[in-house]
Structure formats: structure tokens, C-alpha cells
């Protein structure tokens, strides 16, 4: 039992390391459009989403049931299982971080559990019809393109109300409405990513029998600990990946970057009310192209936007062979908590490589600028 | 078929209240700036009385965007 207890807090610990690295990864969906335009300046919009971030947190528990109930069946749901999907989310993640690509925290996670609990358990303990299909794969594909639509009409409706303004007002005006925009797309996030870690720690609650499989909701010290962790996460913010989001899809003006902020918010909270695991990436990323493409289809930088397509294509695949391989090697020392704790230091070496060598290179970038 | 695999209600819905708030929003936002906007240009022009009736359908369509955040999220924290 106490080799259990042991194991259900290291599963605990990185599950919110996960969401220290969902919040950092992500940061750039919620605040790249507020940066790219002007409307804030970076860190003030890191600080002010990495807040409502935590707020959001609270609204909701809608998705966290979906994660915990629908996806794989919590009662035969093991820790060891739970552990590896998460160690292969946050290696997609800083994967990913460290090439620069946009792809999905939440489908990195669900990809990774899925993976991991059917070489521990089996196909009968994933409901792939109804859970992964129905409610992840079908949303995941809806929402990109709703968000598109969304705000490319929002984009041609603005644009046709205020075409006979000055631009220095429309310009203005927009760039507060970015501050409100971009404050509900950072509340949206935080109700729909925070839970996600939320609906795992539930299933290793279930897992370990703090909670009952017919009702794993998260207690509050779940919600508040996942809702600090995505805040502290989406503070230490991602700049390279708010460079892919903000400039390199495409230049926006202001009304663009409201029309986008608004679309993604729009969709994000509509799902998280459904109960739909959504992925911000992939939602704002939608209407981020969206409003550029109603306003000249050429100004969108179409490679990097099939770069982003294609990260999206791989990550519940490439997390969900990285959930069984991680899941495979953990068990191979035994059902104890020894191959978490192996596990967790390889992981965080991993990372500790990654971080340093991003840190190297961008040293080696600065030396040139200033050389030349 | 797929209504046996996804909540069709809950899709559908999530469609169209998206479109409705996102377009609503940001439609009565547009509003509110070209009410401002206007507002100011005609005060500067010495019509007051047109510059009043432009202040008033800014200030209400920026009340109108800001009721829809709050009923959204109230909303949402209700289920």
C-alpha cells in the first residue's frame, strides 16, 4: 500500500507537470494574436492569461468527466497505465516545444492514455466508438473548422461595418476589444485544459480507490492544484512558439486579431459546456487562418499552416506509441513504484537536455546578431 | 452512422451557439466603435444631437457584447 501511495503521488506529480507544460506549451494560442497585433505587450498578456487561466479553471467540470468516464473505462484503469499516457503527453509536448510546432497538448494526452491502457488492459478498456471517436476525434475536427468559419464571417461582418472609419480608429477600438477577446480565450483555455488534467488525476484517484468509478468528480484540491499549475504554466509562456502563432501564419490587423480571439473563445466555451475535450491549439490555429483567409487568401502563409496540419495529423498517433512504449518500459520494473520513479527522472533529464540546448542555440543566434 | 458514434444534439448546438456569439459578439463590438467613432467625429463637427444618438447605440452595443460575456459565462458555471 505504501509503495501504492507512492505511486499515485508520483502519478499526481506528473500529471501536473503535464499541465505546467500544457499551460507553457499553449501559451502562445491564447496570447500570440494580442502580441502580434500590439494590443498588449508580451509579458503583460503572459501574466493576464496565465490569471484567467486559473480562473477558468474553476467554471466548469464538464470536460474532466468526459476525461475520467468516457474515454477509457476507470474501473479497469490501472496507475502504471494512467502514468505512461502522461509521461508520453509531456514528451510529445516538449518534442514539439523544441521543434516549434503548435500541435495539441490535449490530444498528446488522450493519444498517450489511450495508447498506454490498451497494452496494459486491452481494447476492451477503451471506448473508442462513443469516447475517442464521438467525443474527441469528431470534436477535434468540427472546431478547427467552426473556429475558420466563425471568424472569417466575423472578419467580413466587421470589416463591412466599419469600412468608412478612419483606420486609426478602428485600429484602436479593436485593440481594446483585444484586451476583453483575448481575456475570454485565456478563460476558455483554463475550463477546457485544466480539466483534462483534472479527468486524469480522477482516473488515478479511481485507480488507486480514493474515488468511486461510478462518480470519479475531482475534488477541490484537484481543481485548485491543476488550476495553479496551468496558470504558473501559461506564465512561463512559450516564445517560439508565439512567433509560429502571431507572425508567421499570417500578418493581422487588429480587427483580425479580435475576430480570431473571439471565434476561438466562442467555440472553446460552447464545447467545454458540451463536454468536449477540446484542443485550443488547433481552435484558435482555425481562426487564426480563417480571419486571414476572408480577408486575401494569399496573405496566409499556407506552408507553415500545413507544417501545423501535419503536427496535428501525428499527435494522437505518435502519443498514443509513446503512451504503450512508455507504459511497456515502465512495467518492466514491475508493478511497483520503482519504474515511475526511473521513468520520471529519465523524463525530466530529457527535458533538462532539451531546455539547455534551445538555450544554447538561442545564445549562438544572439552572438551572431551581434556580430553582424 | 454517425449519429450513433457523437451527442449530434450536443454538436449541433455547439455549432450554432458558436456562430450566433462569435458573429453577435463581435458583429454589435464593430457597432460599438463605429457608435464611438462617429460620436466623437460629429461632437468635433459641432452636431451634438447626431453625435448623442451615435454615443447611445455605441455605449448600448457595447453593453450588448458585454451582457453576452456575462450571461455566456454564467452559463456555463451553471451545469
Known amino acids: ?372 | 452512422m454517425i449519429g450513433a458514434i457523437v451527442d449530434g444534439g450536443a454538436l449541433v448546438e455547439v455549432v450554432w451557439v458558436s456562430l450566433a456569439c462569435g458573429l453577435g459578439v463581435t458583429a454589435a463590438y464593430a457597432v460599438a466603435i463605429v457608435g464611438g467613432s462617429r460620436a466623437v467625429e460629429l461632437r468635433r463637427d459641432g452636431r451634438a444631437a447626431e453625435a448623442t444618438v451615435f454615443a447611445v447605440v455605441g455605449l448600448l452595443a457595447l453593453l450588448a457584447v458585454l451582457a453576452a460575456i456575462v450571461v455566456g459565462i454564467v452559463v456555463l458555471s451553471d451545469k
Not at chain 1, 466555451?269 to 486575401?296: C, D, E, N, Q, W
Not at chain 1, 494569399?298 to 512504449?325: D, E, F, K, Y
Request: aromatic share 8%; net charge positive.
Open chain 1, 1 to 372: 500500500m505504501e509503495g501504492d501511495l507512492l505511486t499515485v503521488a508520483i502519478v499526481v506529480g506528473v500529471a501536473l507537470i503535464f499541465d505546467f507544460t500544457n499551460g507553457f506549451h499553449d501559451t502562445a494560442n491564447v496570447v500570440a494574436t494580442s502580441v502580434s497585433t500590439r494590443a498588449m505587450a508580451p509579458r503583460l498578456a503572459v501574466g493576464y492569461a496565465a490569471i484567467l487561466n486559473f480562473v477558468g479553471a474553476f467554471i466548469s467540470l464538464e470536460v474532466a468527466a468526459t476525461v475520467a468516464e468516457d474515454v477509457v473505462n476507470p474501473s479497469s484503469v490501472g496507475l502504471l497505465a494512467v502514468f505512461g499516457g502522461l509521461v508520453a503527453a509531456i514528451a510529445w509536448n516538449l518534442i514539439t516545444w523544441y521543434f516549434g510546432l503548435p500541435s495539441s497538448s490535449s490530444h498528446a494526452l488522450i493519444g498517450g492514455i489511450v495508447g498506454a491502457v490498451f497494452v496494459a488492459e486491452g481494447p476492451d478498456a477503451i471506448f473508442f466508438k462513443n469516447g475517442v471517436l464521438g467525443e474527441v476525434m469528431i470534436p477535434a475536427l468540427v472546431a478547427p473548422t467552426l473556429a475558420f468559419v466563425v471568424a472569417g464571417l466575423s472578419i467580413v461582418v466587421i470589416y463591412r461595418i466599419v469600412g468608412r472609419l478612419r483606420p486609426g480608429s478602428v485600429t484602436a477600438g479593436f485593440r481594446a476589444g483585444q484586451v476583453m477577446s483575448g481575456g475570454l480565450l485565456a478563460l476558455a483555455h483554463g475550463t477546457n485544459d485544466a480539466q483534462k488534467t483534472m479527468g486524469v488525476i480522477a482516473l488515478a484517484l479511481v485507480a488507486h480507490g480514493n474515488l468511486p468509478a461510478s462518480d470519479p468528480t475531482p475534488p477541490t484540491w484537484v481543481v485548485v492544484s491543476a488550476a495553479t499549475a496551468i496558470a504558473l504554466g501559461t506564465y512561463a509562456g512559450g516564445w517560439r512558439i508565439i512567433k509560429t502563432m502571431g507572425s508567421r501564419i499570417h500578418k493581422m490587423d487588429s480587427a483580425q486579431g479580435f475576430a480570431a480571439q473571439g471565434a476561438g473563445a466562442a467555440v472553446i466555451l460552447v464545447s467545454s459546456h458540451a463536454g468536449f475535450p477540446l484542443s485550443t491549439t488547433h481552435t484558435i490555429s482555425g481562426a487564426v487562418i480563417g480571419s486571414g483567409a476572408a480577408k486575401r487568401l494569399s496573405a496566409v502563409r499556407w506552408g507553415v499552416a500545413g507544417n501545423i496540419v501535419a503536427a496535428w495529423v501525428l499527435t494522437l498517433p505518435a502519443a498514443a506509441g509513446m503512451g504503450a512504449l512508455t507504459y511497456a518500459v515502465t512495467r518492466v520494473f514491475g508493478t511497483g513504484a520503482a519504474g515511475p520513479v526511473i521513468v520520471s527522472v529519465l523524463i525530466l533529464a530529457g527535458g533538462a537536455l532539451l531546455f539547455a540546448k534551445r538555450a544554447q542555440q538561442a545564445r549562438a543566434t544572439a552572438t551572431r546578431a551581434v556580430e553582424a
